[in-house]
């Protein structure tokens, strides 16, 4: 690679009108790639990545499989709405008898808003289910939280039903 | 501070830090000219009553070399200043005569006619190998365009922007027309991004084992450094002209607004509120910062001085206002508004007067300037999967550059490549 860096530049003649540049560098065999080349590359690759998306809780084998269930969030808000407060009581309930085990709290946004901001907001989704989980007798220490904003979705149609599913907190136990 | 090599991406930062190396070396003979005072400015782009200049293309030289004047012509014709006019009829008031010869290099004489004068005003003979026959043809665009407008053209300049797929976000960077798109960076999650002001620089917020952090790339030597470390999230905004980064952290809980310096170090606490205050950019000067707050119940974009003081809000049409991008003239701000349920990019003024739509179809978001303020790129979903589009500041001639088949977002324009 260091030959091709090897360029010299010679500059002769004099003023603007006339000018004449000499850039000398290794030949490569193909004239540059297509726009529509360079994509195919990346999608062979990225296909052995196994996909992040569903939840994959490394429970230990001695625990029983305790189903967490998502709490679920108003379109653009991060407090938490009285009909998500059955799914966080039995998460706080489960927490509080296993002592052993901690969690991380996932915050996930729909597609409508932007990234950036989406991903602000997954983050206060996942502390408010976390301040609720503390608010019940949680210890904070075996909470963490994480925001993947609106890059995780479970559900990828255009609709309410799987927007609202989207909105989430998800709960991953940790140990 | 946490040096460390980026293996999987190294080929092709090998061949970006030899493209950026290149540049600079078809630079220096423009800079060369610049010394040089221009004597006609054909075309004045600042004048509201812009007539487009009519303009010949010729060309002299094998097949296989043929693709350099239709960049050129792409070029010239997506700035929206000229008529190309084919040399064959009469029209013509300028005319662009290029000889080109291939051989272990491609050698290409330019020279620019003005046929209402009847002279001869500007030649130049260019030499370069043969893989970087687009980054040549470029340079013959920019030459031309500065001999006619006696401004920078951005025709070297390039985008980087983040390609998704599987659940893995993957940063890209590809010439400003949507060519040569290369991967930088694909470990973690990567969202934002921003160039340094001299294009040596990629700074990126990635999630990588569960960490959302800061760190920066050097497109010369492709090493990666950490610039910022902490629980929570933290996402990068933007960069003012002298090195100082404008992120959000939520170290201390609630995301606020901070600044720290291009090595990461010097980091301050700009913002102090309950609710979200991300995506800060600073204006061109640097003296001001745009950011996203929610501080007044809904997401709209506010102003404060860079040092935090002074907070006044912006947008107050709508109820979802995000994603600002600050014109290199300092005078608007091009934001994400929603409107009818889809998002659409804006443009106001930054003392928010003269608001203006400038997409409708679907939904469009991430708007980034062109460095010479002509141009946004932005991502939408108009066709489909999420892609790249170009547009006019007065939102005429939308464009998507990148291919259908994958799902490409938040591009951001590099400064002009020196």
């Known amino acids: 690679m260091k030959k091709v860096l090897i360029l010299v530049l010679i500059i002769f003649a004099v003023g603007c009108a006339k000018k004449y540049v000499k850039e000398t560098g290794e030949p490569v065999r193909a004239k540059p790639e297509a726009a529509v080349e360079a994509p195919k590359e990346v999608k062979v690759e990225e296909k052995i990545i196994p996909r992040e998306v569903a939840p994959t809780p490394v429970l230990q084998a001695q625990e029983p499989a305790f189903e967490l269930k998502d709490a679920l969030f108003d379109y653009d808000k991060y407090d938490i709405m009285p009909g998500a407060r059955a799914a966080l009581d039995s998460v706080a309930a489960w927490l509080n008898k296993n002592k052993n085990i901690n969690v991380l709290i996932e915050g996930h946004c729909d597609e409508r808003g932007t990234n950036e901001y989406n991903l602000a907001l997954g983050e206060k989704r996942a502390t408010a289910a976390r301040d609720y989980l503390i608010a019940r007798g949680v210890a904070s220490t075996k909470i963490k939280t994480i925001s993947y904003g609106e890059e995780k979705p479970i559900c990828t149609e255009q609709n309410e039903a799987c927007w609202q599913k989207n909105r989430r907190a998800h709960f991953v136990v940790t140990k | ?418």
């Open chain 2, 1 to 418: 501070m946490n040096y460390k090599h980026q293996s999987t991406d190294k080929n092709n930062l090998l061949s970006i830090s030899y493209v950026l190396f290149s540049l600079v070396c078809v630079l220096c003979s423009v800079l060369f000219c610049l010394s040089s005072a221009h004597a006609k400015v054909y075309i004045d782009i600042t004048s509201p009553a812009l007539r487009k200049l009519p303009i010949s293309i010729s060309y002299t030289g094998p097949e296989g070399a043929k693709e350099i004047p239709e960049i050129i012509k792409n070029d010239l014709d997506f700035a929206g200043i000229f008529y190309l006019i084919d040399p064959d009829i009469s029209g013509a008031e300028i005319t662009a005569k290029i000889s080109v010869e291939t051989a272990e290099e491609i050698k290409a004489d330019v020279t620019l006619f003005d046929l209402i004068n009847n002279k001869e005003v500007f030649r130049k003979k260019y030499t370069a190998s043969r893989n970087i026959l687009r980054t040549l043809a470029h340079s013959i665009s920019d030459d031309i365009f500065k001999e006619i407008t006696g401004r920078e053209g951005i025709f070297r300049t390039k985008i980087a922007y983040i390609v998704s797929s599987y659940g893995k976000n993957s940063l890209h960077m590809m010439d400003w027309d949507g060519y040569n798109q290369t991967r930088v960076i694909s470990s973690g999650l990567t969202l934002s991004h921003i160039w340094s002001p001299d294009s040596q620089y990629l700074v990126y917020s990635s999630e990588r084992n569960k960490m959302w952090e800061i760190y920066s790339l050097n497109l010369r030597n492709y090493r990666e450094m950490t610039l910022f470390s902490s629980k929570g999230i933290n996402l990068v905004g933007g960069i003012s002209h002298n090195n100082q980064i404008a992120f959000s952290s939520s170290k201390d809980g609630s995301p606020e607004i901070y600044v720290m310096n291009l090595n990461g170090s010097g980091s301050k606490k700009l913002t102090k509120s309950l609710g979200i205050d991300v995506s800060p950019v600073f204006s061109p000067d640097g003296s001001q910062i745009a950011f996203v707050s929610d501080r007044g119940g809904t997401p709209q974009i506010y102003i404060m001085d860079s040092d935090g003081t002074r907070i006044r809000r912006l947008t107050f049409e709508g109820v979802y206002n995000t994603s600002p991008a600050w014109s290199p003239d300092g005078k608007w701000i091009a934001f994400v508004g929603r409107k009818d349920g889809n998002n659409q990019i804006f443009m106001i003024k930054s003392d928010s007067t003269d608001l203006r739509q400038l997409t409708e179809n679907r939904n469009n978001e991430n708007p980034t300037f062109s460095p010479d303020g002509m141009f946004i790129a932005f991502d939408s979903d108009r066709d489909g999967s999420k892609g790249i589009y170009l547009m006019s500041i007065n939102g005429e001639r939308q464009k998507r550059i990148t291919p259908k088949d994958i799902k490409a977002m938040n591009p951001k324009w590099s400064p002009y490549i020196k």
